[in-house]
């Protein structure tokens, strides 16, 4: 497990950094320094994680499935995010709109709905995509990405 990736999971939880790392058993600060890359993600580290997650140790690969996270961020603001845990990794914001201006609802602000990847469905957008893994370079398999993940969001395309 990378650095990147514990950061998305802690996105994707809802959690402080400090209140994961104790949900884990971890000191605030073994935690920072996993997070900044400055120590490695220890095997027993992960495997704690994996329990978390409901992955069993047996499993050979830390994600064995194409599989999504949807949460919030952390307070005050709780804006919602989509991670894509198998490759291509991604890191999505998922934003409200409003119908009327096609702008984001007032509490969404600031976002960023005009630059990057964009994908819309009723008054929601997924936006502000981070890519972990490079993103797919033929569109249809962009498109196919971004179908799924707003299907994860129980989006009707």
């Known amino acids: 497990m990378t650095a990147t990736e514990l950061r998305a999971l802690i996105l994707a939880s809802g959690l402080t950094n400090s209140e994961f790392a104790r949900r884990l058993g971890l000191a605030p600060r073994s935690m920072r320094r996993m997070l900044s890359g400055e120590t ?22 830390a994600w064995p499935r194409d599989e999504w996270i949807v949460g919030e961020g952390p307070p005050p603001n709780r804006r919602e995010y ?9 890191i999505a914001r998922v934003v409200a709109m409003d119908t009327l201006t096609d702008q984001p609802e007032p509490d969404e602000e600031p976002a960023d709905t005009l630059t990057g990847v964009t994908y819309a ?13 490079p993103a797919p370079s033929d569109p249809t398999a962009l498109l196919t990405l971004i179908d799924r993940a707003a299907d994860q969001l129980g989006w009707d395309a």
Not at 82 to 90: D, G, K, M
Not at 121 to 133: H, M, N, V
Request: net charge negative; proline share 9%; aromatic share 4%.
């Open 40 to 61: 490695p993600i220890l095997p027993r580290t992960e495997a704690a994680i994996r329990r978390m997650l409901g992955v069993g140790d047996a499993t050979p690969d």
């Open 82 to 90: 989509l991670i894509h845990t198998a490759a291509p990794r991604f």
């Open 121 to 133: 469905a009723g008054d929601s957008l997924i936006c502000e995509i981070t890519w972990i893994d």
